[in-house]
């Protein structure tokens, strides 16, 4: 039994104008960035879930990477959630999923071990990052919230669930950057940090 590693990044990155996943720092595409923090981590499946640019973006994945298309991808976040859960669905094997999104490219292995470290402690809970006092992902939610997870709607991510699930939910802040590049100015600001 383990988790299933989930990057969302089926979304068409409309106010970037471009697929941002594919925007260089440090002389590698965003998306790289999320997959070299994951990689040395012994997770049951990685998987990415893609959707608009798909054929650009598929091509710079390893080949360890299951890709999980979205068809529904221009009806929100929620779409590309469902798609990775409903890939997961029936592997028994996966007792929960640590979702991540592909436009956060300064996540730290060692803040992902630790969000590991808690669901270790409190496997029953879901670990999600703290961002104020609101939870966010990267998260950690057990199977028993797959059902929940496929009810979401629109283009909420999993912070409304884990909102509404405040009592279960472990906040972890991260060391590292929590930055998301949606704009040309977050970009710009990525470059110059």
Sequence with gaps: MG?????????????????????????????????????SIEFELVCCVLGANSEKIAPVLSDQVQLVYNEHWSLGLSESIKAGIQYVLDMQDIDGVFLFLADQPFILTKDINNMLAIHSEYPDRCVATSYGNSPGVP????????????????DKGAKSLLSQLSEEVVLYKHKGELIDIDTIEDYRQALSR
């Design 3 to 39: 988790l299933a590693a989930i990057v969302l990044s089926a979304g068409a990155s409309s106010r970037m104008g471009q697929a941002k996943q594919l925007l260089m720092i440090e002389n590698k595409p965003i998306i790289q960035h999320m997959f070299d923090a994951i990689e």
């Design 139 to 154: 998260a950690i939610l057990p199977r028993k919230y797959f059902s929940s997870l496929l009810n979401i709607s629109g």
